[in-house]
């Protein structure tokens, strides 16, 4: 079974702080993608790296950064956490299947 | 602009059959439907996906009516734990276009 884990399940963090969100995915997937979600606003699309060092914005990318030093491994970075950055934050990887992703848990993150 | 209508809500009884509907009418021909399911504090998860012919897997059967322009995600003996946000979606399957979740529907498996 694939297994997308993610490091903290809740997170809260102060406004203007540096965050790392990182996401592991241990079946050599190259293509890997970072979500949030939020009430109303279903998922939405931030970053997402189809190898190692390379990267593709999203839909919402302002605000955040990724980094992709190893397969298996995506980062999510928030420079400066800001309130309007607190939300459900999804990591993906997709399978074998043109749009199979494998999701993680999420991180449930709040800003204060 | 939807690709996809879906009811906001529907309610099942337990061990009986749930039939999810999703309305697709500007579907073109080489767009395929695909569903996923989030179960509450959970990520999605991939159910099923299909171009035109039914499918089942051990999960799920999908019909697609010959139109292409609805189709029917059925959960033959649906389980309290079945209750979910279901997301039909419609996309292309080669290229680089991404999954859009719209708002999903959700199913609630009465005991």
């Known amino acids: 079974d694939v297994k997308v884990t993610q490091s903290s399940r809740y997170l809260v963090k102060r406004t203007g702080e540096k965050v790392f969100l990182e996401c592991v995915q241990d079946m050599d997937h190259e293509n890997m993608f970072w979500y949030r979600q939020d009430p109303g606003l279903g998922l939405r699309l931030i970053y997402f790296?189809?190898?190692?060092?390379?990267?593709e914005k999203g839909d919402i990318p302002e605000g955040y950064s990724v980094s992709r030093e190893k397969k298996e491994r995506f980062s999510l970075i928030l420079e400066s956490a800001s309130t309007n950055q607190t939300s459900m934050y999804l990591c993906?990887?997709?399978?074998?299947?043109?749009?199979?992703?494998?999701f993680g848990p999420g991180t449930r993150l709040t800003v204060l | 602009d939807a690709k996809t209508t879906q009811p906001t809500s529907m309610d099942c009884a337990e061990g009986r059959a749930a039939n999810l509907p999703c309305n697709h009418s500007t579907i073109s021909g080489n767009e395929y439907v695909y569903w996923y399911r989030q179960i509450h504090s959970q990520g999605p998860q991939y159910i099923i996906h299909?171009?035109?012919n039914n499918e089942t897997n051990e999960m799920a059967s999908l019909i697609i009516t010959e139109d292409r322009k609805s189709s029917t995600l059925i959960l033959p003996h649906a389980t309290l734990r079945d209750t979910a946000v279901y997301y039909c979606?419609?996309?292309?399957?080669?290229?680089?276009?991404?999954?859009?979740f719209g708002k999903g529907m959700k199913l609630t498996v009465n005991p």
């Open positions: 299909g171009l035109k």
């Open positions: 993906a990887s997709l399978g074998i299947l043109p749009h199979e992703q494998f």
């Open positions: 790296s189809y190898d190692v060092k390379m990267k």
């Open positions: 979606i419609v996309i292309n399957q080669g290229g680089s276009e991404k999954l859009v």
